[in-house]
């Protein structure tokens, strides 16, 4: 009973129970004979990511298609896979996302959604390592348990979708190869796949193809009606049937001349045929019919902007550094007040200009963004256009740099490139909340990063790559790291700041290693040495001695790694950093173990515990009793007590790495007691433990390997 503070009195005994407890309970006065719990398995969270479905008519005979596909699908017992394909515009999204939602009953699992944007403008397709990242994560798995490698995140999410019955929504693919590592291979999962393309290699491979042709005319008058009234639609039949027929009888051409008309209820609907007309006349140099009608009507809409605010957002909002943004970044982009722009942003959302997105968002349709930004190229100066785009990145800076204030007080990011300061900077209420600003807007701030590098906006460029420094180190995102890492070091060397360069060589040292790159990763930590000792930086240096330290243990050179560590640790003496002191110290003594040094390793390793007593640094506390118990296995009373203090402690932080350590060090202990069958039970659940988190378990395989028969 979490925080009952029950307390039962019998026969001059107290049974108390205070506190707040996680997990079973026994309170009795006497025990004769065991006590067998059963742990109840913990169900994972079941996602529900399906964006709303919007307006859709005229497509239930696809509908019904698919849903014969899928009672197919249940007969065969095979797994499912659709290609919905068609021009841009077709309402490709609606159909996979109506479908979705009307059969989710029968995916009662869970449904995933990912945007791969495949045709977006303002940043490359998404890779499919990143979106596998994104969906484990929907399954209640920390980001820092997730493994880096394409293969193995795959493996983790064939695992976790293995049985179950899902719905996976794919939008906007640009081939088979972004989308293959994507496709849940259970046999009661269905995939749903949106492209511009037919996407060849997925049929071959046995998906199934849906092929979306212009709506019939009596549907085009539907959705007409839906938005302007069927008033208006039958007043003038002839006008309505011209109007969709200029709008090529495409979903999003007759949603946007639609919201025209609904905005003016007076305006008759001769009076945008005419004026759509004239604007597909003037447009008659495009090769692209269905661009054509849809830009056609997206200027008309633009045109009939009453407030000249919202066409300057609009046009501005074309050359946004990302796909995604919220209220505020667009505000800071325009230079006006939050409250104005979120006015603004309402009309353009009632002119079908802008869509929301999940999180009170806004994104467009790519070609709704081509449009605008062409729309900003035509008519804004090239001075007007680049302080907007300057105004975003730097509006993504100072929020990298507020995040990382909230979640690592201790450290700051450089933001000496912002020129340009915002009314209503951001503001977090703890780490948390400031690590998920930073985890939601990743993709953002990489494009932005990407964006202030190909302006030559150098220093600006490095600094945001800086900023997301809090994301890796507390939610992984391995995969992804490292090629944002590579630009910040591109970047820096761009700008010619050799400080700049080296952190940057320490950040993409640290990625490689995690990828088992080993000999990258020694090679950018000796570049960063070079620079930290021509700076005279003393701190620095022993810093990149320690990660040298770390690529030479990890080769199994534990030699070397002493010498490192050594070095490192005197440094850090001669700075007075208690903190560093300690973790070297642990380095040192984990190195020291390995050579059989175990009266060494106690020494320092005690120094160590005594340091980090009074630093808020509960991991590396129970981290450095794990080590202790390791260097004294030969004194099983004292190193049992110590591990299992440990193992508690990371049971209680949360920490499956540090648990899977205090198992192995257990299991350890057994073998040494003569204890095989404790010793495999520790054993395997070290593994278990690394398993879920995607590590490598080799050394654990082999030391079960070594108890089989025992």
């Not at 009606?225 to 709008?247: F, H, W």
Request: hydrophobic fraction near 45%.
């Amino acid at each position: 009973m979490p925080g009952s503070g029950k307390k039962e009195k019998a026969e001059g005994h107290v049974n108390e129970l205070s506190g707040t407890v996680h997990g079973p309970v026994v309170q009795a006065r006497d025990v004769h004979g065991g006590i067998h719990l059963h742990h109840a398995s913990v169900p994972l969270p079941k996602p529900g990511q399906l964006p709303p479905a919007g307006a859709l008519v005229g497509r239930a005979a696809v509908l019904a298609r698919l849903d014969a596909m899928r009672a197919r699908q249940s007969e065969a017992g095979v797994p499912m896979v659709v290609v919905v394909s068609g021009p841009p515009g077709i309402g490709k999204t609606a159909v996979a996302l109506h479908w979705s939602q009307r059969r989710r009953g029968g995916f009662p699992d869970g449904q995933l959604f990912a945007d791969l944007q495949g045709h977006a403008t303002a940043d490359a397709p998404v890779q499919p390592t990143e979106v596998l990242g994104r969906f484990i994560r929907a399954f209640g798995i920390a980001p820092e348990r997730i493994p880096a490698g394409l293969a193995e995140r795959s493996a983790l999410y064939q695992s976790l979708v293995a049985e179950r019955r899902l719905v996976v929504v794919l939008d906007d693919a640009l081939s088979a190869a972004q989308v293959g590592p994507l496709l849940p291979a259970s046999v009661n999962s269905v995939a749903v796949v949106t492209s511009r393309w037919r996407l060849a290699g997925l049929l071959a491979r046995g998906a199934r193809a849906v092929h979306l042709d212009r709506l019939a005319t009596d549907a085009s008058l539907e959705l007409l009606e839906r938005t302007v009234g069927e008033d208006r639609v039958r007043e003038d039949p002839r006008a309505a049937r011209e109007l969709a027929e200029l709008c090529a009888r495409l979903p999003l051409a007759l949603c946007v001349a639609a919201a025209r008309l609904a905005a003016r209820p007076h305006w008759p609907l001769a009076g945008m045929v005419e004026a759509l007309a004239n604007e597909r006349q003037r447009l008659t140099a495009l090769s692209v019919e269905d661009d054509m009608t849809i830009r056609a009507a997206l200027t008309i809409s633009y045109q009939g902007l009453a407030l000249p605010e919202a066409a300057r957002l609009y046009r501005l909002l074309g050359l946004f550094p990302a796909v995604t943004f919220d209220g505020r970044a667009a505000a800071a982009m325009a230079g006006l007040p939050f409250a104005e722009v979120r006015l603004l942003l309402e009309v353009l959302l009632d002119a079908n200009l802008l869509e929301d997105v999940p999180g009170g968002g806004y994104r467009f349709h790519d070609l709704t963004r081509l449009h605008a930004g062409e729309l900003a190229e035509r008519e804004d100066p090239p001075a007007a256009r680049d302080e907007a785009v300057r105004r975003a990145l730097d509006w993504f800076l100072d929020g990298a740099a507020a995040a990382n204030r909230t979640a690592m007080p201790y450290r700051r990011v450089r933001r000496d490139a912002v020129i340009f300061d915002h009314a209503e900077p951001l503001t977090f209420a703890d780490a948390a909340e400031a690590l998920d600003w930073l985890e939601r807007e990743f993709h953002n701030l990489r494009a932005a990063a990407r964006t202030a590098f190909e302006r030559g906006l150098f220093p600006l460029a490095w600094q945001l790559v800086d900023g997301m420094w809090p994301l890796f180190l507390h939610r992984g995102h391995h995969a992804e790291r490292l090629e944002v890492d590579l630009l910040g070091l591109a970047a820096a060397r761009a700008a010619s700041d050799s400080h700049a360069e080296a952190k940057m060589l320490n950040r993409a040292g640290m990625a490689l290693r995690t990828l088992g790159r080993l000999d990258e990763a020694a090679d950018h930590f000796g570049r960063a040495l070079e620079i930290w000792r021509r700076d005279g930086n003393a701190q620095r240096v022993s810093g990149a001695l320690r990660r040298l330290g770390f690529v030479e243990r990890d080769r199994g050179r534990t030699g070397q790694a002493v010498a490192l560590f050594e070095e490192a640790l005197e440094g850090y003496r001669a700075e007075g950093v208690p903190r560093k002191i300690a973790l070297a110290l642990c380095d040192l003594g984990d190195a020291l173990i390995g050579q059989g040094r175990q009266e060494e390793a106690v020494a320092r390793l005690t120094e160590a515990r005594r340091l980090l007593a009074s630093e808020p640094d509960e991991y590396n506390r129970a981290r450095v009793l794990i080590l202790l118990g390791r260097a004294r296995l030969g004194e099983p009373a004292g190193a049992s007590g110590l591990l299992e203090e440990a193992l508690g402690d990371m049971r209680r932080i949360g920490s499956d790495t540090g648990e899977a350590q205090a198992h192995q060090a257990l299991g350890d202990l057994a073998v040494r007691q003569g204890r095989p069958r404790d010793a495999r039970a520790h054993y395997e659940r070290a593994r278990d433990l690394l398993l879920r988190r995607g590590a490598d378990v080799t050394q654990l395989t082999g030391l079960l390997e070594g108890l089989a028969g025992a």
